[in-house]
């Protein structure tokens, strides 16, 4: 019998491994990458993400990945241990979920304007959750919560406060992932995997079983994977461990303003052009800063992410 060739998805990614299906139904099989593929110059880590779309053949055992299609989105970030290269988190993702808590752990605005700045780069759009809304119920947490809010909202974010543990938003939520892609990503703690299972709690079940079928070997931690909600019908979730830092990749500082949408949204005004909105006199920006129409806390990550180019750009 000859082997079969067809297009699927990328749903895992451990190692050297990958599992694939032809979404949107869920037959998982393994694969491996051709090494030609493996060899072109590729500067990130992972030249193939999940997410991706992908050609293949399978003899019946093992699937072969032969061509990775054009990504109409990613994101990426410069990788923590590798100064030269960059991590794709993720491919082709109708929308991500950012999500964060106020203060277990405490939020960390500058992780979440880099995030954010990618996001709008690489045309992912971001919905902002806000976790473990349960946890505290006194007037600091609330007026908190209220700030950031404001903050984001202002910005042109949608911001949902949910609660894994008592099911606040949770439906709000798993409405917006049904039909789509969708990618949940934060740091360390904030509840990712938890608000998954809340979704649907059958998810839960799957991660050992395709770990333990498919991937044993030496490369067998997870970095990303991709879970069907309702079995498909009610779309796709990525799963992402805590991310550390986020290096901002390509982008420049004449570009950057441009990710802030509250920034773009008043830059035409700006009397010199390019104008950096940092000492230029009659600076748009700057004057909607001053007028409280953009948040200081957002300026200041604009000028941080500026002052940083050394770290976090090349």
């Not at 990614?13 to 090494?35: D, I, K, Q």
């Not at 390019?274 to 200041?300: D, F, L, M």
């Amino acid at each position: 019998m000859s082997d079969k060739k067809g297009t699927a998805t990328v749903v895992k990614h451990t190692g050297s491994h990958y599992l694939l299906s032809e979404l949107p139904s869920w037959n998982l099989f393994p694969a491996v990458m051709r090494g030609k593929i493996r060899l072109k110059g590729v500067t990130t880590t992972n030249p193939v993400a999940v997410g991706d779309v992908v050609d293949y053949t399978f003899d019946g055992t093992m699937g072969t990945i032969d061509k990775i299609y054009p990504r109409r989105n990613y994101i990426i970030r410069k990788s923590t241990n590798l100064s030269r290269e960059n991590h794709i988190i993720a491919a082709n993702l109708d929308r991500v979920f950012l999500v964060v808590t106020i203060a277990f752990p405490e939020v960390k605005l500058a992780f979440v304007d880099r995030f954010l700045v990618t996001c709008q780069a690489y045309g992912v759009p971001v919905t902002i959750l806000i976790n473990k809304c349960d946890l505290c119920a006194d007037d600091a947490f609330d007026a908190a919560v209220k700030s950031f809010e404001e903050i984001y909202e202002g910005a042109g974010y949608e911001c949902i406060e949910v609660s894994a543990r008592n099911g606040l938003n949770i439906n709000r939520v798993k409405e917006l992932c049904s039909g789509s892609l969708s990618l949940f990503s934060g740091v360390s703690g904030v509840g990712k995997s938890s608000l998954i299972k809340a979704i649907d709690p059958a998810i839960d079940a799957k991660t050992g079983e395709i770990s333990m079928a498919h991937l044993q070997g030496r490369h067998t931690t997870t970095f990303y994977e991709m879970y069907p909600v309702d079995g498909g019908e009610g779309g796709f979730i990525i799963d992402t461990p805590g991310i550390r830092g986020f290096g901002l990749v390509d982008l420049g500082n004449e570009e950057l303003s441009a990710y802030f949408p509250e920034m773009l949204r008043v830059m035409d005004g700006c009397r010199f052009k390019p104008c950096t909105h940092t000492h230029e006199p009659h600076c748009a920006v700057k004057e909607a800063v001053e007028a409280g129409e953009i948040s200081a806390e957002r300026y200041n990550s604009y000028l941080g992410m500026l002052e940083e180019e050394t770290k976090y750009r090349k």
